[in-house]
């Protein structure tokens, strides 16, 4: 049987990769030089997900019927389409197959999904300089269309902020009240996430680029994730390309990522790539290079 929990790790520089292929596929954690940036839920460390109803298992938001593990997964959009509110239980909660693993990266695909009939499959893969990679790739195994879009969602210990170019976008209120959480900056997005207040927010994100700032001043660890630019076509299943979202019960908060949502036809697959870096300090790495408008967007988050 399967060691549901087994760790296995990707390691260079001062980077380490946490995987978990037994829960979910997930990216259980990030490592940068040996500080831990991921939230996990130690309410659910240990337990099998197939050993009870996902509602049955303990938690501190009920309102969620779905269990909170923790790390980064991928989750199919839009929600609305999902099953009594919750995310597809073999995509979320089950395992994963290692397709293929080396010194440098790991591929995992889930079982097809019995309610979606939707299969993911995801490639992490990690580089010189602290960088990373996740590739997502979702497959329609049903026989007739299905729309869907890519959903990385990324649970981070707070305290943390999050910044990002938006362009002429609107911010969009999900649900709670954002109020004293997030400031305009011009053409930019701060979200600032330290107390614990539930709300979620859609935003723009013209330049396809996020800045994460991880942990108290002074000592703050900087994520940057770059995605493909957003194009004037694409069209997102939640309406934006990027949401945030700020747990009111446990001390967490979520990037979040769209891929412009599409027609799945029978047997048709959709990718997307994240691409990171990470990095601490006020000096970029060498190979980052930033405009004007982030520059000053990083020195408001700082």
């Given at each position: 049987m399967q060691?549901?929990?087994?760790?296995?790790?990707?390691?260079?520089?001062d980077l380490t990769l946490?995987?978990?292929?037994?829960?979910?596929?997930?990216?259980w954690d990030i490592v940068y030089k040996g500080r831990p940036l991921l939230f996990k839920n130690t309410d659910l460390l240990g337990l099998d997900p197939g050993a009870a109803a996902p509602i049955d298992l303990p938690t501190k938001s009920p309102q969620f019927g779905f269990p909170l593990w923790g790390g980064e997964k991928t989750w199919v959009a839009p929600d609305i389409s999902w099953i009594d509110g919750a995310p597809y239980p073999v995509l979320d909660s089950g395992p994963y197959e290692e397709v293929s693993?080396?010194?440098?990266?790991?591929?995992?695909?889930?079982?097809?999904c019995p309610l979606s009939q939707i299969q993911i499959e995801r490639q992490i893969r990690i580089g010189a300089h602290c960088t990373f990679s996740i590739q997502h790739k979702i497959s329609n195994h049903r026989s007739e269309s299905r729309y869907a879009g890519i959903w990385s969602v990324l649970?981070?210990?707070?305290?943390?902020?999050?910044?990002?170019?938006?362009g002429n976008s609107e911010?969009?209120?999900?649900?709670g009240d954002p109020t004293g959480h997030i400031e305009h900056h011009r053409d930019a997005l701060i979200c600032k996430f330290a107390a614990q207040k539930e709300f979620k927010i859609g935003a723009g994100?013209?330049?396809?680029?996020?800045f994460l700032c991880l942990g108290d001043k002074g000592?703050?660890?900087?994520?940057?994730?770059?995605?493909?630019?957003?194009?004037?076509?694409d069209e997102f299943a939640h309406s934006h390309p990027f949401e945030v979202f700020n747990s009111g019960d446990y001390p967490y908060c979520e990037a979040e990522w769209h891929a412009p949502a599409k027609l799945l036809h029978p047997g048709e697959a959709d990718s997307f790539i994240q691409e990171f870096s990470v990095w601490s300090g006020y000096r970029l790495?060498?190979?980052?290079?930033?405009?004007?408008?982030?520059?000053?967007?990083?020195k408001c988050m700082s």
């Open positions: 060691d549901l929990w087994q760790i296995k790790q990707l390691s260079r520089d946490r995987l978990l292929p037994g829960i979910g596929g997930r990216l693993c080396d010194a440098e990266h790991i591929t995992m695909r889930s079982a097809v649970m981070i210990d707070r305290p943390a902020v999050i910044g990002l170019i938006t911010v969009t209120p999900v649900f994100n013209s330049t396809g680029r996020v000592g703050a660890v900087w994520i940057l994730c770059c995605t493909p630019e957003p194009s004037e076509t790495p060498g190979s980052l290079k930033t405009s004007t408008s982030e520059q000053e967007l990083m």
